[in-house]
């Protein structure tokens, strides 16, 4: 898919029933600068590869990577939505290194995110910073 056709003002995406175990090349943070909402449901996906690694099943040749994302392929995402991803495996710590901004997650019937702080609805909300003025 040519990039090109999404605008550079685009805000929010929304990817259903994608049918492959990786993510297209077209989806990656570089093509997206200023998309805040990210809506990922249903489908075969089982990672979000990055630059020299992946995100997701973070295994290269049976060992781990200590690839993390650097400031070019970390996502602006602010709202993650991630419903219904029954394979895609990876760790609540790798998921905040990805999407750094991340004040929302949304996670349903995604039972390979480990570690992941949601409430019993599923619902991470980050903690407001404290002014230093209060």
């Not at 995100?55 to 602006?76: F, Q």
């Amino acid at each position: 898919m040519d990039t090109s056709k999404f605008p550079s003002s685009l805000k929010k995406l929304e990817l259903e029933c994608f049918p492959e175990e990786e993510h297209p090349n077209w989806l990656n943070p570089e093509n997206f600068n200023n998309l805040e909402k990210l809506s990922i449901k249903g489908g075969n996906l089982e990672k979000l590869s990055i630059k020299g690694g992946n995100l997701g099943k973070l295994s290269i040749k049976g060992g781990i990577t200590d690839k993390l994302p650097t400031a070019e392929n970390k996502w602006p995402v602010q709202i993650l939505r991630l419903k219904y991803l029954h394979e895609f495996k990876v760790e609540w710590r790798d998921l905040k290194a990805l999407f750094p901004k991340m004040i929302l997650l949304e996670k349903y019937e995604c039972p390979k995110i480990a570690f992941c702080p949601t409430d019993g609805n599923g619902v991470w909300r980050s903690q407001p910073q404290e002014s230093p003025n209060m």
